[in-house]
T-cell receptor, first 115, second 111 residues
Framework: AQSVTQLDSQVPVFEEAPVELRCNYS??????LFWYVQYPNQGLQLLLK??????LVKGINGFEAEFNKSQTSFHLRKPSVHISDTAEYFCAVRPFKAAGNKLTFGGGTRVLVKP | DSGVTQTPKHLITATGQRVTLRCSPRSGDLSVYWYQQSLDQGLQFLIQ???????AKGNILERFSAQQFPDLHSELNLSSLELGDSALYFC??????????FGQGTRLTVV
């Protein structure tokens, strides 16, 4: 079984400041890792994913994340946020091999960007 | 636009009733997943279908059922509805193990 913990439920940040959203996971098997964003009244949109290779992954909208296997973490960062980045962000994992390919999500982190 | 279409967008119904949520996956995607998003439980996996067959089951109540039809669209049936079933229900589809695309969701309100 897998579990995902997002350490901050809410993160207020000023426009043009950097932001880091923390994600830790637990799994007895190897997993793929994902970050999704949910804008108000919208569905989930994939920001980035880690499958293999370089541990620094770049995604859309200037976001990047770093996979740390020893710390079982996959923290998301953006060097300079915009008002439009106000949204809820979800970290998720999926086992390499499983009967189903279900995603296990963290509880989400609400980012509020202030002018 | 993810290419995954869910209908209806909003649904208000009374306790004890039955509703059907519909999902059309992206063209060519054989896998369909259903998730429930609620304030107290967060995003929970309900069930997955692959090319018409049930592939995996999560925390889906016995009052809930789903199916995937030959044209690959899927329906989630929720019966004997309770107030606690009020939530956002997402459908996702994928063609591979590595990425799932989500619809806009159906917001169900049980009154």
């Amino acid at each position: 079984a897998q579990s995902v913990t997002q350490l901050d439920s809410q993160v207020p940040v000023f426009e043009e400041a950097p932001v880091e959203l923390r994600c830790n996971y637990s799994s007895s098997v190897s997993v793929y890792l994902f970050w999704y964003v949910q804008y108000p009244n919208q569905g989930l949109q994939l920001l980035l994913k880690y499958l293999s290779g370089s541990t620094l992954v770049k995604g859309i909208n200037g976001f990047e994340a770093e996979f740390n296997k020893s710390q079982t973490s996959f923290h998301l960062r953006k060097p300079s946020v915009h008002i439009s980045d106000t949204a809820e962000y979800f970290c998720a994992v999926r086992p390499f091999k499983a009967a189903g390919n279900k995603l296990t999500f963290g509880g989400g982190t609400r980012v509020l960007v202030k002018p | 636009d993810s290419g995954v279409t869910q209908t209806p967008k909003h649904l208000i119904t009374a306790t004890g009733q039955r509703v059907t949520l519909r999902c059309s996956p992206r063209s060519g995607d054989l896998s369909v997943y259903w998730y429930q998003q609620s304030l107290d439980q967060g995003l929970q996996f309900l069930i997955q279908y692959y090319n018409g067959e049930e592939r995996a089951k999560g925390n889906i109540l016995e009052r809930f059922s789903a199916q995937q039809f030959p044209d690959l669209h899927s329906e989630l049936n929720l019966s004997s509805l309770e107030l606690g079933d009020s939530a956002l229900y997402f459908c996702a589809s994928s063609a591979s193990n590595t990425e799932a695309f989500f619809g806009q969701g159906t917001r169900l309100t049980v009154v």
